[in-house]
């Protein structure tokens, strides 16, 4: 089956503190991608950093990093020196095949609290 | 400012009513989307569109309806056939739709809506 998996509801953070928020994935497709986005409390989701599986690298934008971890199937966000304006819900998404085109499917999120 | 634009941002029903969700993207993108966000859990496809006067399913579309006569407009028509319609409610856009993978989608702010 085809699922990600946010196993962490809530993190708490200090700020200028790092802070990594987990996502496992499942799928057997050989190409699939992997995307962060954010949601404040305004209810937009805000697309932070995306990952292919074939990249060879770690994507990075800014304070954004994703560590992709293929054989273990993670797809972390490191969020660096964490702002009180980082406090919202992440959610984790993979997009993989699916009748001839592609879809996305998304975690259930994770609320960071960023504490000053 | 090229974006995405969703009214209202909070809409009130009552049984029986059938209500439209306004959903406009001046980002020339020809796919849109609308996702459904419930409390605790991630975003679930209700119907896309990746050209104009075309549209599919997505994995939860019993009782909406969409149109696409415009490249900038998707709205969403949430019918009385819908048992439980009280959620948030996304509308998305992308550039090149379900047929790659690498395809980034970008979102509005959302209209939450509630059924007294």
């Known amino acids: 089956a085809q699922k990600i998996t946010q196993t962490q509801p809530g993190m708490f953070v200090q700020e200028k503190e790092a802070v990594t928020l987990d996502c496992t994935y499942d799928?057997?497709?050989?190409?699939?991608?992997l995307f962060w986005y954010k949601q404040p409390s305004s209810g937009e989701m805000i697309f932070l950093i995306y990952q292919g599986s074939y990249d060879q690298q770690n994507a990075t934008e800014g304070r954004y990093s994703l560590n992709f971890q293929k054989a273990r199937k993670s797809a972390n966000l490191v969020i660096s020196a964490s702002q009180l304006g980082d406090s919202a819900m992440y959610f984790c998404a993979m997009r993989v095949s699916r009748g001839g085109g592609f879809k996305t499917i998304f975690g259930a999120g994770t609320r960071l609290f960023v504490k000053a | 400012d090229g974006g995405i634009t969703q009214s209202p941002k909070y809409l009130f029903r009552k049984e029986g009513q059938n209500v439209t969700l306004s959903c406009e993207q001046n980002l020339n993108h020809d796919a849109m989307y609308w996702y459904r966000q419930d409390p605790g859990q991630g975003l679930r496809l209700i119907y896309y569109s990746q050209i104009v006067n075309d549209f599919q399913k997505g994995d939860i579309a019993e009782g909406y309806s969409v149109s696409r006569e415009k490249k900038e407009s998707f709205p969403l028509t949430v019918t009385s056939a819908q048992k439980n319609p009280t959620a948030f409610y996304l509308c998305?856009?992308?550039?090149?739709?379900?047929?790659?993978?690498?395809?980034?989608?970008?979102f509005g702010p959302g209209t939450r809506l509630t059924v007294l």
């Open positions: 799928t057997s497709d050989p190409s699939y991608g």
């Open positions: 998305a856009s992308s550039t090149l739709g379900l047929a790659v993978l690498t395809d980034t989608q970008y």
